[in-house]
């Protein structure tokens, strides 16, 4: 990669302890296996890239659950591939007629913002319930009335 010949390469090799490797062996590598390392190490990069990413979500929401963390991830994911995405290369699909690869990350997105919508409101729901309990706990009437005390325990079976 650094642009050290093959003649370089088999002497440094055969110092390190592998003396039958020759030129054409290097050859041979560099044309194919030497790819396929370099194309590991970019995605080995790219794992980095989003476990780092991940860490920095939970830890700007640390009462983020994991789901929510999750989605929240996905989404930017997603979000990045479409922001990528070469409409010229859609149209070369769409002419090919394999369209599916792009219909699918759509469909992938609009599942990850319905969810995304869901988790929402079932947290605005859940708010909504926990203030109207505080409100009838609040009142002061010498304790938990026992219809309150039912529909407190219906809640929880429910969350």
Same mark, same amino acid.
């Given at each position: 990669? !650094?642009?050290?010949?093959?003649?370089?390469?088999?002497?440094?090799?055969?110092?390190?302890?592998? =003396?039958?490797?020759?030129?054409?062996?290097?050859? %041979?590598?560099? /044309?194919?296996?030497?790819? !396929?390392?370099?194309?590991?190490?970019?995605?080995? %990069?790219?794992?980095?890239?989003?476990?780092?990413? %991940? $860490? +920095?979500? @939970?830890? $700007?929401? =640390?009462?983020?659950?994991?789901?929510?963390?999750?989605?929240?991830?996905?989404?930017? $994911?997603?979000?990045? @591939?479409?922001?990528?995405?070469? /409409?010229?290369?859609l149209r070369a699909e769409l002419e090919e007629? !394999?369209?599916?690869?792009? @219909?699918?990350?759509?469909?992938?997105?609009?599942?990850?913002?319905?969810? +995304?919508?869901?988790?929402?409101?079932?947290?605005?729901?859940?708010?909504? $319930?926990?203030?109207?309990?505080?409100?009838?706990?609040?009142?002061?009437?010498?304790?938990?009335? =026992?219809?309150? /005390?039912?529909?407190?325990?219906?809640?929880?079976?429910?969350?």
């Amino acid at each position: 990669e !650094d642009g050290t010949t093959y003649p370089k390469i088999v002497e440094h090799l055969a110092g390190v302890g592998y =003396p039958d490797i020759s030129e054409r062996n290097v050859s %041979a590598w560099f /044309l194919g296996g030497f790819e !396929d390392w370099k194309e590991e190490q970019r995605r080995l %990069a790219g794992m980095k890239v989003d476990a780092e990413f %991940a $860490q +920095s979500v @939970m830890a $700007q929401h =640390p009462e983020c659950p994991v789901q929510e963390a999750g989605i929240k991830i996905l989404g930017t $994911q997603l979000f990045g @591939m479409l922001s990528r995405f070469d /409409l010229a290369r859609l149209r070369a699909e769409l002419e090919e007629g !394999d369209p599916k690869t792009y @219909m699918e990350l759509l469909k992938a997105f609009v599942l990850v913002n319905r969810r +995304s919508l869901e988790l929402e409101k079932f947290k605005a729901k859940v708010e909504k $319930q926990r203030e109207t309990l505080e409100q009838e706990l609040s009142r002061g009437e010498g304790g938990i009335r =026992p219809e309150t /005390l039912r529909r407190i325990e219906k809640e929880l079976r429910l969350l």
